[in-house]
């Protein structure tokens, strides 16, 4: 017969509203969890201007070896107030042992990336493996994520672009810090 209430009725033994204790393969990446605000740059040859955005990146995680990450960002005018919605992604990044990064990364303009790499001294460098796109998104071939914590509460963000018929270069960087 089904018990309505029973003992334990959450199998990994916390409530839902209880953060659970992180998996030991996300050590190299603990610095990360939580929510990061910033500013940042952006440039790329098919562009007809460099541009300045506003940026947050959460990152959070649910007891298992998996960080769930979700970035959002604004175009920001001369006097940094925001103009419109920018880049949005989620995904989740799959920590594996000594350090490395398999992460799974959706775009809704219909892009999804599948990168790979290390996480080591307070620094993540992750390299697209494959990217997927829909029929009807622009051309995306690699990418390069490379995110650099310290105990100060900052975050670096650079990120490198290959897309449109151009070469793997720098399109974005920002500096972001962690909110309370």
């Known amino acids: 017969m089904f018990d309505p209430a029973p003992e ?3 199998p ?14 996300l ?9 990061w605000h910033g500013r940042g740059q952006g440039e790329y040859p098919t562009l007809d201007a460099d541009f300045t955005y506003a940026q ?7 007891g298992r070896p998996f960080l769930r990450y979700e970035a959002r960002a604004w175009l920001l005018d001369a006097d940094e107030a925001p103009l419109r919605p920018s880049a949005r992604e989620s995904g989740w990044w799959r920590m594996q042992p000594e350090g490395r990064v398999e992460a799974l990364i959706t775009q809704p303009t219909g892009i999804a990336e ?13 390299s697209t493996s494959e990217v997927a796109r829909t029929p009807t998104a622009k051309e995306v071939k690699a990418t390069r994520r490379r995110y650099t914590f310290t ?3 900052q975050l670096t ?8 018929g151009q070469p793997l ?3 974005l960087s920002a500096l972001l810090r962690r909110t309370a």
Not at 56 to 62: A, Q
Not at 157 to 164: C, Q
């Open 8 to 10: 334990h009725p959450y």
């Open 169 to 171: 270069q720098h399109h």
């Open 12 to 25: 990994d033994g916390h409530r839902p509203d209880e953060a659970p204790a992180p998996h030991p393969l």
């Open 56 to 62: 947050e990146v959460t990152f959070s995680h649910d």
């Open 114 to 126: 599948i990168a790979v790499g290390q996480a080591a001294g307070g620094s993540i460098d992750l």
């Open 27 to 35: 050590a190299p990446v603990l610095g990360l969890l939580g929510t």
């Open 157 to 164: 963000f650079v990120h490198d672009l290959e897309a449109v």
């Open 151 to 153: 105990d100060d509460g």
